[in-house]
C-alpha cells in the first residue's frame, strides 16, 4: 500500500461516518507538493521544511476542530514517509497546524511549508501545546485562531503563480 493510500485510510478511519469538508487525499498531495518545493540543500544535505500550515476556512473549523489532533499526526506522518523515501532530512519533527482563512469559502483550504530553524520550530511546538491545551480545557468551545497576515499574503501570491 503506498503512502498516499495508508494516509487515505487513516483519515477516514478518524472522521468515521461524518463527511470530511474536503478531500484529505488532495491535502496530502498539497503537503508533499509544497514539501519539494521548499526543500532546500543545506551543508550538503536535502532539507525538507519541518513547518506546515493548513489554512481552512471559518465555516470547516467546528467540523474539523476535534480531529485536529489526529489529523496533524496524520499529516506528519505522512510528509515524514514521503521524505524518507527520498532521503530528505528535518531541523527537527515535521510541526503540522490548522489555522483559519476567512477569506477561504468552506470546503477549500491551502497548504503552506516553510523552512525554519531548530530553535523556532520549538518555540512553535511549544505555542501549538499552549493552544490546543486551551482548546481542551473548552468544554466543546472552540474559539477559532486566525492565520497570521503573511500566510494570506503567500496565498494570495500562490494563486497568481503558474
Known amino acids: 500500500m503506498n503512502f498516499l493510500s495508508a494516509f487515505e485510510d487513516h483519515v477516514a478511519g478518524i472522521f468515521g461516518a461524518a463527511r470530511a469538508p474536503f478531500s484529505f487525499k488532495k491535502l496530502a498531495k498539497q503537503a508533499a507538493r509544497e514539501m519539494e518545493d521548499q526543500t532546500l540543500v543545506v551543508n550538503g544535505v536535502n532539507t525538507a521544511p519541518a513547518l506546515y500550515t493548513i489554512l481552512i476556512a471559518n465555516d470547516d473549523d ?22 524518507e523515501k527520498k532521503s530528505y532530512a528535518f531541523v527537527g519533527e515535521p510541526l503540522v497546524r490548522f489555522m483559519i482563512d476567512p477569506s477561504l469559502k468552506a470546503g477549500k483550504f491551502s497548504v503552506f511549508a516553510e523552512n525554519v530553524d531548530a530553535p523556532t520550530l520549538g518555540r512553535l511546538y511549544e505555542e501549538e501545546r499552549a493552544y490546543q491545551k486551551g482548546l481542551s480545557g473548552q ?19 500562490a494563486d497568481v503563480a503558474p
Open 62 to 83: 467546528p467540523l474539523m476542530a476535534p480531529y485536529y489532533p489526529q489529523l496533524t499526526r496524520e499529516v506528519s506522518e505522512f510528509v515524514k514517509n514521503n521524505a
Open 139 to 157: 468544554m466543546n468551545v472552540v474559539s477559532p485562531r486566525p492565520a497570521p497576515g503573511r500566510a494570506e499574503a503567500q496565498r494570495a501570491a
